[in-house]
């Protein structure tokens, strides 16, 4: 049987760096397993801030993105209360909002065919925010599954007009060709901006699940105080603390997945029929000439995994998470013969 092609869920495809697994191994062999792990998780704080260029006391750590969320909803989110977000987005922002009986008011973006691009439509974003006066805004950049990056001028309008926090996700931020973050320090990000992190995705360990939250003093104590004392188990943390402090790989790898996500868009440009999103992340949105479901099944049966999306704008959209150039050459001789 053919080894499956995991394409589904925007995972790396390549683990930790083979020349750092002693370092790895090590690490996890001084874990005393019978002790729980230092509830301030300073070290992990500290380390995370020297790599986002924040001081540890604006750090959140989390078991993962979606373990921050959960703290954001539960610090500032009501029944009833109101949670904006782009359209497509995140589906764990729906999730989230359905487990603490929020209204989720998603904002659609804007594809225009004629240049194959998507975009946000500021001005019912805007309008959206003054109708609903929401409780909390999500603001995935780059976007999931279009893979758009966000402009500053339109998350400051965001900011400016809004008075509930302002989550800026940047899950795929290592990939993009700008960040948010990258023009604040802790002492100019606003009060009401936080800025979400992982380490599921380019650091390629997302099986450990470590995340963190980038924000402001105030809002770290009060998401520090609001989580459980011991949210990342001593693995995950040894692993991570060793890759935070050695991580002069991470560039290469990043421009290793960018390159062959490039590739790939344009060799499947050049197929006929199919159509192609630019991208910013580790994934690409295609238009299929084939119906969605059929084009799902064709694919499992050649042993590939891929993600259909219902979006808010006509197509057959699927999204393809970049792997391997031979993952995706293999990818392209099977889409070939469809």
């Not at 900011?159 to 795929?172: G, L």
């Not at 059929?294 to 792997?323: A, C, Q, Y």
Request: aromatic residues 8%; negative net charge.
């Amino acid at each position: 049987m053919s080894h499956i092609l995991r394409l589904d869920k925007n995972e790396c495809p390549y683990s930790i760096p083979s020349y750092m697994k002693d370092d790895v191994d090590r690490a996890l062999l001084s874990v005393e397993p019978n002790r729980y792990p230092d509830p301030t998780y300073g070290e992990l704080r500290q380390v995370l801030g020297d790599y986002v260029d924040f001081p540890a006391s604006s750090i959140v750590p989390g078991n993962g993105g979606d373990e921050i969320l959960w703290m954001i909803f539960a610090a500032w989110i009501k029944p009833g209360d109101t949670v904006l977000t782009l359209n497509p987005s995140f589906s764990q922002y729906e999730h989230m909002c359905k487990v603490f009986n929020a209204r989720h008011l998603p904002v659609p973006m804007v594809f225009d065919e004629t240049v194959f691009k998507v975009s946000v439509d500021e001005a019912a974003f805007i309008g959206a925010i003054k109708e609903a006066s929401p409780s909390l805004i999500l603001l995935d950049s780059p976007n999931n599954p279009s893979g758009t990056v966000l402009s500053d001028d339109f998350i400051n309008s965001v900011v400016e007009n809004s008075s509930c926090p302002v989550i800026v996700d940047e899950a795929y931020g290592e990939f993009a060709s700008r960040r948010y973050l990258d023009r604040f320090t802790t002492e100019t990000l606003p009060e009401r901006v936080s800025v979400l992190k992982t380490m599921s995705k380019a650091w390629g360990i997302a099986g450990l699940r470590v995340g963190c939250l980038v924000t402001s003093e105030k809002v770290s104590r009060l998401l520090n105080d609001l989580r459980s004392p011991f949210n990342v188990n001593v693995y995950s943390e040894a692993v991570a603390l060793t890759l935070l402090k050695n991580r002069s790989w991470l560039e290469e790898r990043i421009k290793t997945i960018v390159s062959t996500r490039e590739k790939f868009r344009e060799s499947l440009a050049e197929m006929s029929q199919w159509k192609v999103l630019p991208s910013e992340g580790n994934f690409l949105l295609v238009d299929s000439p084939i119906p969605g479901d059929e084009l799902i099944s064709t694919l499992r049966d050649r042993h590939v995994e891929v993600k259909r999306f219902n979006l808010p704008w006509e197509g057959e959209w699927i999204r393809i998470t970049v792997g391997t150039d031979d993952e995706m050459n293999r990818l392209l001789s099977v889409m070939e013969k469809l």
